[in-house]
């Protein structure tokens, strides 16, 4: 080993100047990546939601026109499609008055998201879809 590479070597294990990034690394890296993670969720739940409501328009449709005749076969409809996750149940009313067919449905955020962090964040929110379709043939 040449003298030269010898001293350059211990030199560059010696020498502290890399430390002040390495420790940046250590620090932000996982702030980061935790960022990215709960936009991850956030997104995941976003489009949840859009699904959510597809099931409950397509349902309130369904009932419109009247594909379904009562409104527990709209509750029915819905809680069948909607995912099942242990011991959290949804919440979905249907009612027809005036003429106008209404569906709520409420679903806990944890119950949707990916990962958790927003649902332990929020403290486990509920997301609330509000459907109105008129009713296509009027009962008299």
């Known amino acids: 080993m040449d003298e030269r590479t010898g001293n350059s070597l211990i030199a560059y294990i010696v020498d502290e100047d890399g430390a002040v990034e390495t420790l940046s690394l250590v620090l ?26 597809r099931i409950a328009e397509d349902s309130t449709r369904a009932r419109s026109i009247g594909l379904i005749e009562t409104d527990l076969g709209v509750i029915q409809a819905i809680a069948s499609r909607l995912p099942t996750e242990g011991s959290q149940v949804p919440s979905i009313q249907s009612s027809v008055s005036l003429g106008v067919i209404r569906t709520a449905v409420s679903v806990p955020i944890s119950m949707i998201d990916m990962l958790g962090i927003v649902a332990r964040i929020s403290g486990d929110a509920s997301v609330t879809i509000v459907v109105h379709q008129f009713k296509e ?4």
């Open 28 to 53: 932000w890296l996982p702030l980061v990546f935790s960022f990215f993670m709960f936009l991850a969720d956030v997104s995941y739940i976003l489009y949840s939601r859009s699904d959510l409501v």
């Open 137 to 140: 043939n009027l009962e008299v």
